[in-house]
Nanobody, 114 residues
Framework: QVQLVESGGGLVEPGGSLRLSCAAS????????MGWYRQAPGKQRELVAV???????NYADSVKGRFTISRDNAKNTVYLQMNSLKPEGTAVYYC????????WGQGTQVTVSS
């Protein structure tokens, strides 16, 4: 089993920044990809950003230029630096790790509001 522990969510004003972290532990094996998804109220879960074992990244169009995903392989940790946050970024953000299967974290709430 793989456990994912997320941190860094919270309340931020529009234009502000937050940094999310997700640490993976347990029987991890070979990590193929790590990433972040989000789910806003009444909407489906959507991809925010992913990073592969080869450090290839992919972002949702809505966050390009504002969000940056990175990883620390030694710590099995993935980060999401979120800048210039917008109210539509309010959602529960989920960490995901792909090994032999896809694992999900519990989610961390991000609220962008004045």
């Amino acid at each position: 089993q793989v456990q994912l522990v997320e941190s860094g969510g919270g309340l931020v004003e529009p234009g502000g920044s937050l940094r999310l972290s997700c640490a993976a532990s347990g029987a991890i094996g070979r990590i193929i990809r790590m990433g972040w998804y989000r789910q806003a109220p009444g909407k489906q879960r959507e991809l925010v950003a992913v990073i592969t074992s080869g450090d290839t990244t992919n972002y949702a169009d809505s966050v390009k230029g504002r969000f940056t995903i990175s990883r620390d392989n030694a710590k099995n940790t993935v980060y999401l630096q979120m800048n210039s946050l917008k109210p539509e970024g309010t959602a529960v953000y989920y960490c995901s790790v792909l090994t032999d299967r896809q694992y999900w974290g519990q989610g961390t709430q991000v609220t962008v509001s004045s």
